[in-house]
């Protein structure tokens, strides 16, 4: 399981649901990370931490639009093969309670779509919090902060053609599937939360838009 759905709230068909917007992360593996081909993270584990803003979205008749969600998770060995995963949610604090729940189905992988299929990878669930989150799209720059337990920065690398944006091309492991990731480093990252910390620069990172239905 990944995030648990609202204390007390009733469980309902699940109705059809769409969200999309702009995507980033960064990780503590070297540029290009071998996790996105099922390789082995360059350091035996993995220190992640994932990035959504909702540009427009729906759960049925629950409008998301505009809202934010972040993660952080740490996997200690192969992402694919394991051991499994420990993973931390938080939310915008600008959800109201309809709005937590439908996120909460969505990232759980219990409203289906893709994180259905990554939900049997996560041993460990964190849970959720609701902060504020500040998210930022600068033209090859996003970043994002929680204030005192989450700040990152990352920057596209240059390619060839200093006009185009250097991608990896149908990665076997992204969490924005149908969408090539941009190739990019961290400018600054900083994490303490659940017992977790880390502090790095310089290392993989990736952006691009995303989708999720079901």
């Not at 469980?11 to 996790?35: H, L, Q, R, V």
């Not at 409008?63 to 969600?69: F, K, M, Q, Y």
């Not at 604090?93 to 990878?121: M, T």
């Not at 920057?155 to 992204?174: M, Q, T, W």
Request: net charge negative; aromatic share 10%.
């Amino acid at each position: 399981m990944l995030p648990q759905t609202r204390e007390g709230s009733i469980p309902m068909a699940t109705p059809s649901w769409n969200i999309k917007g702009d995507y980033f992360e960064t990780c503590t593996c070297e540029s290009t990370c071998p996790c996105s081909f099922l390789a082995d993270p360059d350091e035996g584990h993995c220190d992640l931490n994932l990035a959504w803003h909702i540009r427009e979205g729906h759960f049925g008749s629950i409008s998301l639009d505009g809202l934010n969600v972040a993660s952080a998770v740490h996997t200690p060995g192969n992402m694919a093969t394991g051991p499994k995963w420990r993973a931390a949610f938080y939310f915008d604090e600008r959800a109201s309670a309809e709005q937590q729940d439908a996120l909460a189905q969505i990232f759980s992988g219990q409203a289906g779509g893709f994180w259905a299929q990554i939900a049997p990878l996560v041993g460990e669930n964190l849970g959720i919090k609701r902060v504020p989150i500040e998210f930022e799209v600068d033209g090859r720059r996003r970043s994002l902060r929680i204030p005192d337990t989450l700040e990152f920065e990352i920057e596209a690398v240059p390619g060839g053609d200093p006009e185009k944006e250097a991608k990896v091309v149908n990665p076997a492991l992204y969490a924005a599937p149908g969408f090539d990731p941009v190739i990019s480093r961290s400018v600054r990252r900083s994490y303490t939360d659940h017992g977790m910390r880390w502090e790095d620069s310089g290392r993989n990172a990736f952006y691009s838009d995303f989708e999720y239905s079901a």
